[in-house]
T-cell receptor, first 113, second 111 residues
Framework: NAGVTQTPKFRVLKTGQSMTLLCAQD?????MYWYRQDPGMGLRLIHY???????AKGEVPDGYNVSRLKKQNFLLGLESAAPSQTSVYFC????????????FGPGTRLTVT | GESVGLHLPTLSVQEGDNSIINCAYS??????FIWYKQESGKGPQFIID?????DKRQGQRVTVLLNKTVKHLSLQIAATQPGDSAVYFC??????????FGKGTTLSVSS
């Protein structure tokens, strides 16, 4: 099993550009999450999904959109990138019924200039 | 604001020593706690978890202690090795789906 994979690993955007980050998991998990991690900070939840076709806002959702068209994929979109969105983005997935351990991908390092 | 935090941002130990990383939480309704290890350039990796109906749980070289009276969580690493050098995060579960993470403690192990 590959676990949780993320594409791309690195990306540089200019302010105002858009992009989509792809997360895929092969563990048949119901729940999927997108986090951002900034220096000296813990992980902050952007959006999450409790099943195919569902999405919900997390702690810091502004400027991001998500979609969960397939159970194994969770997409994070930036419609108009801003320098404040420079961060490392992590995707995670977990079982529905618990335990609540989340499995993380390797991360995407995004720089917005 | 943050409901989970760590007492110290950094901890330096000698190889072979025992390490103790602390974490305080503020929500008495949290019923699940988890520790993650994050190595440089990688995603967080699960270490150990504990439910609120337990005080202690042991894994391989790691022990998590939960003190609900003072809302304190700790991770003990026995015989710390250089490979244990990483950032350690505690997290709590408040709503059944969302984990709230602390800011992390950087553990440095010197040989």
């Amino acid at each position: 099993n590959a676990g949780v994979t993320q594409t791309p690993k690195f990306r540089v955007l200019k302010t105002g550009q858009s992009m989509t980050l792809l997360c895929a998991q092969d563990m048949n998990h119901e729940y999927m999450y997108w986090y951002r991690q900034d220096p000296g900070m813990g992980l902050r939840l952007i959006h999450y999904s409790v099943g195919e076709g569902t999405t919900a806002k997390g702690e810091v959702p502004d400027g991001y959109n998500v979609s969960r068209l397939k159970k194994q994929n969770f997409l994070l979109g930036l419609e108009s990138a801003a320098p404040s969105q420079t961060s490392v983005y992590f995707c995670a997935s977990s079982w529905r019924e618990g335990p609540y351990e989340q499995y993380f991908g390797p991360g995407t390092r995004l720089t917005v200039t | 604001g943050e409901s989970v935090g760590l007492h110290l941002p950094t901890l330096s130990v000698q190889e072979g020593d025992n390490s103790i990383i602390n974490c305080a939480y503020s929500n008495s309704a949290s019923d699940y706690f988890i520790w993650y290890k994050q190595e440089s350039g990688k995603g967080p990796q699960f270490i150990i978890d504990i439910r609120s109906n337990m005080d202690k749980r042991q894994g391989q070289r790691v022990t998590v202690l939960l003190n609900k009276t003072v809302k304190h969580l700790s991770l003990q690493i026995a015989a710390t090795q250089p490979g244990d050098s990483a950032v350690y995060f505690c997290a709590e579960n408040q709503a059944g789906t969302a984990l709230i993470f602390g800011k992390g403690t950087t553990l440095s192990v010197s040989s």
